[in-house]
């Protein structure tokens, strides 16, 4: 079992930036790939990017790509991720969860362990 807790969201003008916190506790976290993901009112859970298990390796949504960077610490049991030049469609509940599967972990199903989220908003 796996028990993560986001933090670090807030209200931000377009073009702001914020950083996001996961924090781990319980089962090795370093044995683990961890993906964020975000959900806008009324629709689907969307991928956002994933961190490898060495945090050697990243994977971004098309969306924000060169906009938001994923990063890890395993020592503190933490992932992170930094969002710049923030838009309005940014707008959303991010969630971090943790994978145990190998690959390109990219569809919700693909992961074993979810966080209860925080709120990101942007205004324009």
């Known amino acids: 079992q796996v028990q993560l807790v986001e933090s670090g969201g807030g209200s931000v003008q377009a073009g702001g930036s914020l950083r996001l916190s996961c924090a781990a506790a319980?089962?090795?976290?370093?044995?683990?790939?961890m993906g964020w993901f975000r959900q806008a009112p009324g629709k689907e859970r969307e991928f956002v990017g994933f961190?490898?298990?060495?945090?050697?390796?990243?994977y971004y949504a098309d969306s924000v790509k060169g906009r938001f960077t994923i990063s890890r610490e395993n020592a503190k049991n933490t992932v992170y991720l930094q969002m710049n030049t923030l838009e309005p469609a940014d707008t959303a509940v991010y969630y971090c969860?943790?994978?145990?599967?190998?690959?390109?972990?990219?569809?919700?199903?693909?992961?074993?362990?979810w966080g209860q989220g925080t709120q990101v908003t942007v205004s324009s």
């Open positions: 969860a943790a994978s145990s599967r190998l690959g390109y972990p990219t569809g919700t199903d693909h992961y074993d362990y």
């Open positions: 319980g089962r090795t976290f370093s044995s683990y790939t």
């Open positions: 961190i490898s298990r060495s945090g050697g390796g990243t």
